[in-house]
């Protein structure tokens, strides 16, 4: 495999180590968040190329590939233990509901199919993946606001890609509730 097909993977791994960055900002506390909001956008900007690569050099599913999601949602946890750590989100909310999310995502694993599993877990890290972003409106607005408009051009540069993740979720909350 050539440099050039194993970029996709790269940038798929990368979002394991910015999701080690984001804990490793842990002691940094509240005054990191900034520094966390932008992590958060470069892995859902590598996020965004790492598909579109993978297909551009038609390269074969490889196991980083298989588990893309999976990694997605550990940068999102990252940051979620990030914002409860910090105090940013209070414990007394941060940690029952990560902790009910965490297990509620792996027994959906039991029905082995993926976009059930993929569904709910979605549906449980929704919150969290904007949460950065709203409270940096208020902490560090100039954060904020490079999240939005990192959103709007995500969607306008990449909006099928989004109407497939949708769709992937109403699918899997079908599959979900059909059991």
Do not use: N
Not at 16 to 39: E, F, Y
Not at 47 to 53: E, W
Not at 104 to 126: D, E, N, P, Q
């Amino acid at each position: 495999m050539s440099r050039r097909e194993r970029l996709p993977d790269w940038l798929t791994a990368s979002r394991i180590l910015i999701a080690l960055a984001i804990l490793a900002l842990i002691p940094a506390g509240p005054q990191a968040l900034g520094a966390v909001a932008g992590l958060l956008l470069l892995g859902w900007t590598t996020d965004m190329v790492d598909g579109r690569l993978a297909r551009r050099y038609e390269k074969g599913p490889t196991w980083l590939g298989e588990h893309d999601f999976q990694i997605d949602m550990l940068m999102v946890l990252a940051s979620a233990v990030y914002l409860v750590s910090t105090g940013l989100v209070p414990r007394e909310i941060g940690l029952p509901y990560l902790g009910a999310a965490v297990l509620i995502s792996l027994y959906t694993l039991r029905y082995r199919h993926f976009l059930k599993f993929k569904s709910v877990t979605m549906l449980l890290a929704f919150p969290w993946v904007f949460t950065p972003f709203i409270i940096a409106l208020f902490r560090e607005p100039a954060a904020a606001y490079a999240g939005l408009v990192w959103m709007i051009l995500a969607l306008i540069l990449d909006w099928r890609r989004f109407l497939g993740v949708v769709g992937d979720f109403l699918a899997g909350a079908r599959a979900y509730f059909r059991r």
